[in-house]
């Protein structure tokens, strides 16, 4: 075995100085920086990669593990399995750390080489090809009837219908006399609800500054007054924080960021720079001094100017800058907002160099309150609270907690500690701010036994665009390095990781002096080689890195997200309303008035998130979609017209007859036509909870046979890594990381959408009740536009609805699913900002279940009848869901979920605050024997379309 200092190759240049430890000044001087290139990287820079160029890239390590004449095909597995090996290390969970693994690996070598050898003929066999990518399959044609509606106005009725609209509101001057249009009004909407400045303050409002100073911690201070959301974050654990940004790129970008919201444009880039930089110019042009009597202006004055240049040169920036004058919408509270940045970007000038503002962070509660008191049970009691039971580990991770943990509820008993955590990784973000887009490799240490045993494995994790970010799961020590696309010998920048700079820059011009990156950026905008687009694309990253810092020091969280953002969890305000169901003490549990119709209007719009207070807390949901206890005959897919309100009424009664609210003579509720489900928490940090018996058995027999092909229409494909694979956003570079990687995953899996199959459907709508969502968010919307050009086999699942495709895996023994993340790193350009927030994720085998000739056989059925011989048929052992970095006050390895036939869990990727939940990272664990069968299901906000 080599040892492992030979995983990481000598440390590069450039890995100390590129992140959190960046004083304003270089901020300021950073704002001047650029490259020198040739190259238009504007032109085509919305064009985005296509797949065959990933796919090309994905195998170029092939190359580099040459040196042997081999037929293309063969030279192809080579690659696959030395890129498989090195991503397995990369993102190895595996407890013993690279010894342990290794040491398994070079036992492995042969079964592996055998058995990608077999995938890779199956896969070779299948559409896709060697190298395609698992991306969700196109959406078949499904979408509520919309025939009878003018094409113009299809998306506001539907945006009405699903309640994301919300124009009339008369918050809104609309100065240009009616001239707005429908899809104008539509879009500005849109805009309203996920504007990227909202949430950010820079002066308080007038009637919030009477009743808090700005650094109160209240969340009362965060209203602006054309809404009164904010009551909506009691109990999120929200307070508010203040940022400070440089005067300069801040304000240009915030500036422009107010901007792209009023006019509702989908980017910054999108607004003509010229034009909006011209108001700073003014701004700077106001005399300190009063000409008339020598005084300086006081700030009223100085506001009051800034408002009448904003007066005057608006109107005009507006129609210069939007293709239409009737996208003009500049509400009141954006414009006071707007006034006050400007205004602090005058003071700035003045007085300091900083802009100051506020917004939201979420405060993580203590350890200690993830445990209730009234929850403690005498030692001798072995179940803890009503989510343990004896198939779950959770019960293991409660139990023993509880008894160690004294104090009020939600007044943290700081004597208890969170238990230090046996696992190092962690999410890392690569950003360029170069205007050449870059490589970026893992160097991932030496192979250790086998044809090419000692060599230096370099992996591929993806192409960086210019100005955009890329993300992976890492570990301390790991090394990675940067190339230009063209060269992958010419190593630009090689970084270290170490878990106090996740966030990493390549930024070529960080080594000159301040006054050196002036006059490059000077003679570079000179000679037409950088564009205003590229400054500010360069600036928002910089504006990102200010609040990171800020966000870091205030919560001692890396800064995942992109700055500003929208908060998306305030459409899960209406969880306000939605958490009357939550149990607040053990005897509540027993009231059913937990739960809620979940027809009951407090559905969430989106982004809906259960609080997860303490450990065994619960929640309760009625469901009208029921279990199915037979299935009907001949199933169909489904196709638009089956949503149409009429049709689907009847569908719902055809189905009744097949379903009911119980199965197995066990009923779970009174009434014939709703069944109630109920949510415990399982990990408060990360936010994990589970249902059980989501599924009955013959819904869960029905996805396996799907996943097994009994049924056809799933292929299974050797799985792929992270959702950067399946969701190719041609303007979201952020989310391309080549399938190079992939490798970690060794599961099979397919993809099924809800239409192709009634129960899957029927799943779906179960799941939208489970997350208080609504269900309709879930149906394709978009290709009832025919103005959306999807191409031909794109699937945009945030654009088209907040739900992907079911994905079925497989995993038979020894495969895995190495720690990741799901969620995504959404392009620093896209306004919306859409995050795959939640997981839902189906548990189809259990532990100790069998599969015998297709036909699931649950653990509990084979030890009463003793007719199936378990030692020849292994059931399912190991393939738990570990979320190794759940925090307690009591376990080092995190909560591990053992898999129990149809169950399912609910963990959230994101925060409340919208950063993504780091601690959400999680491994399918090692299958040990038998064959485990899940399914995921990822819901997304908001929605874009
Ligand atoms: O198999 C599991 O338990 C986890 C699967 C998973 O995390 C994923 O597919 O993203
Ligand atoms: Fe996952």
Request: hydrophobic letters at 30%.
């Amino acid at each position: 075995m080599e040892d492992d200092d030979d995983v990481h190759p000598s440390e590069g240049p450039g890995t100390s100085d590129e992140s959190y430890d960046c004083d304003e000044g270089d901020e300021y001087d950073d704002y001047y920086d650029g490259e020198c290139d040739d190259d238009d990287h504007d032109e085509g820079y919305d064009e985005g990669d296509d797949g065959d160029r990933r796919v090309a890239r994905a195998t170029t390590p092939s190359t580099k593990y040459g040196g042997v004449v081999v037929g293309e095909a063969r030279q192809h597995l080579f690659a696959m399995i030395f890129a498989m090996i090195a991503a397995a290390y990369a993102h190895s969970s595996l407890r013993g750390g690279y010894a342990t693994w290794r040491e398994e690996l070079s036992r492995d070598w042969t079964s592996l080489t055998t058995s990608l050898a077999s995938r890779s003929s199956s896969r070779s066999s299948s559409k896709a090809g060697v190298g395609g990518y698992a991306r969700t399959p196109p959406s078949p044609y499904a979408a509520p009837s919309m025939d009878a509606i003018p094409v113009a106005d299809r998306r506001l009725v539907l945006e009405r219908a699903l309640g994301v609209g919300g124009v009339d509101d008369d918050d809104h001057d609309h100065d240009d006399g009616g001239r707005r249009a429908t899809t104008a009004a539509t879009t500005a909407t849109r805009g309203e609800d996920f504007r990227r400045t909202r949430g950010l303050i820079f002066c308080a409002t007038p009637a919030s500054s009477s009743s808090s100073s700005s650094s109160s911690g209240s969340i009362g201070m965060m209203a602006d007054d054309d809404n009164d959301y904010h009551d909506d974050f009691d109990g999120l654990h929200l307070t508010s924080m203040e940022f400070v940004l440089p005067r300069d790129p801040g304000v240009r970008v915030l500036h422009r960021h107010y901007l792209a919201d009023e006019l509702g444009v989908d980017s910054i880039v999108d607004v003509d720079g010229a034009t909006s930089d011209g108001i700073l110019e003014e701004i700077d042009d106001i005399p300190i001094v009063d000409d008339d009597n020598d005084d300086r202006i006081d700030d009223d004055e100085l506001l009051e100017r800034i408002g009448s240049i904003i007066d005057s040169r608006l109107p005009s920036m507006i129609s210069s800058s939007s293709s239409s004058s009737s996208r003009y919408r500049y509400s009141r509270a954006g414009r006071r907002q707007h006034l006050c940045l400007l205004r602090q970007y005058a003071l700035s000038g003045r007085s300091g160099r900083s802009i100051r503002g506020t917004t939201m962070a979420y405060d993580r509660p203590h350890v200690s309150t993830y445990y209730r008191v009234d929850d403690v049970r005498p030692s001798s009691s072995s179940s803890s609270s009503s989510s343990s039971s004896s198939s779950s580990s959770s019960s293991k991770d409660h139990d023993g907690g509880l008894a160690v943990i004294s104090g009020r509820v939600g007044q943290p008993n700081h004597k208890v500690l969170p238990a230090s955590l046996s696992f190092t990784g962690f999410a890392a973000k690569f950003i360029n701010l170069s205007v050449n887009d870059v490589d970026l490799y893992w160097d991932g240490g030496r192979v250790p036994s086998g044809p090419k045993a000692g060599e230096i494995l370099t992996v591929l994790v993806g192409t960086v665009r210019s100005m955009e970010s890329i993300g992976t799961s890492t570990f301390p020590g790991h090394s990675f390095h940067v190339t230009p696309t063209y060269d992958a010998d010419h190593v630009l920048q090689r970084w270290t990781i170490t878990g106090d700079e996740p966030i990493l820059y390549h930024d070529p011009l960080s080594d000159m002096s301040a006054v050196e990156r002036i006059r490059e950026i000077d003679r570079l905008t000179r000679e037409g080689k950088w564009t205003e687009r590229r400054r500010f694309e360069r600036d928002a990253w910089l504006v990102d890195r200010s609040f990171g810092r800020d966000y870091l020091v205030k919560t001692g969280r890396a800064w995942l997200a992109n700055f500003p953002q929208p908060y998306h969890s305030r459409q899960g305000g209406e969880m306000g309303r939605a958490v009357v169901s939550t149990t607040t003490t053990a005897s509540d549990r027993a009231d059913d008035d937990r739960y809620y119709p979940s027809e009951a209007g407090a559905k969430a719009r989106g982004g809906h998130m259960w609080p997860a207070e303490y450990i065994g807390q619960t929640h309760g949901v009625v469901t009208s979609n029921l279990y199915y206890t037979s299935l009907p005959e001949g199933l169909g897919r489904l196709t638009r017209d089956d949503y149409h309100p009429v049709v689907e009424e009847e569908r719902f009664m055809e189905m009744r007859k097949f379903q009911s609210s119980g199965f197995k003579g066990k009923k779970v509720d009174n009434d014939d036509s709703t069944m109630k489900l109920t949510l415990s928490v399982l990990s408060c940090a990360p936010r994990v909870l589970e249902a059980k018996d989501f599924l009955s058995p013959v819904e869960v027999q029905h996805l396996i046979d799907l996943a097994s092909g009994a049924k056809g229409g799933v292929i299974m494909k050797r799985s792929k890594v992270s959702a950067s694979n399946i969701n190719d956003d041609e303007n979201d570079s952020s989310r391309k990381v080549t399938g190079s990687k992939a490798d970690a995953r060794s599961s099979t899996g397919g993809w099924i959408h809800r239409e192709e199959d009634v129960i899957v459907d029927t799943i779906f709508r179960r799941i939208a009740d489970l997350l208080n969502i609504d269900e309709r968010r879930m149906r394709d919307l978009v290709q009832d536009f025919p103005e959306v050009d999807l191409g031909e086999d794109e699937w945009h699942p945030t654009h088209d609805r907040i739900v992907e495709a079911m994905q079925l895996l497989r995993y038979e023994p020894g495969e895995v699913y190495a720690p990741h993340h799901d969620f995504t790193y959404p392009s620093n350009k896209n306004r919306y900002q859409p995050k795959r927030y939640a997981t839902v994720l189906l548990y189809l085998t259990g532990e100790g279940d069998v599969i015998e000739n297709g036909v699931l056989r649950r653990s509990a059925s084979l030890s009463k009848n003793g007719n199936i011989d378990a030692r020849k048929e292994a059931g399912l052992q190991g393939g738990g869901t570990l979320f190794p970095r759940a925090i307690t006050a009591n376990h080092h390895d995190g909560i591990n979920v053992v898999p129990q036939s149809g169950n399912a869990i609910v963990f959230y990727n994101v925060l409340p605050d919208g950063n993504m939940d780091d601690l959400s990272q999680h491994s399918g664990e090692k299958v040990e024997e038998g064959v485990k069968y899940v399914a995921n299901v990822w819901v997304w906000d908001p929605i874009v379309n």
